[in-house]
């Protein structure tokens, strides 16, 4: 395996990875709607994957109301890191050609 094999294939790892905690994210924003998904044994579960890292933007963005908007931002957090690492993989592989 070359060097520039194992670069994209971290690189698209780390994507894929990012990718499937964006819709476990999403599936846990919009369970808060349904209080039986939430409360149930699927609820927790999506609760101690996705409650830590909407945490940091809970600190930063408090809740206006009853709305919590910090799902908001941490999602495009998530968005942004695709795309950097995306980015980078790309500048790895062309300074290896």
């Known amino acids: 395996m070359s060097n520039y094999e194992l670069v994209l ?4 790892f780390i994507i ?3 990718k499937i905690y964006f819709y476990i994210l999403l599936v846990y924003i919009f369970s808060s709607w349904v209080p039986a998904i939430r409360e149930g044994v699927i609820g927790e579960w999506l609760g101690k994957i996705c409650e ?3 945490s940091i933007f809970r ?4 809740p206006i109301g009853f709305i919590d908007i910090s799902a908001i931002p941490a999602m495009f957090v998530l968005q942004f890191f695709m795309v950097g690492v995306a980015s980078i993989v790309n500048l790895i592989l062309a300074s290896m050609v």
Not at 9 to 12: D, K, L, Q, R, T
Not at 59 to 62: D, E, F, G, K
């Open 59 to 62: 600190r930063i963005i408090p």
């Open 52 to 54: 830590p890292y909407l």
């Open 9 to 12: 294939m971290v690189g698209n």
């Open 16 to 18: 894929f990875i990012t």
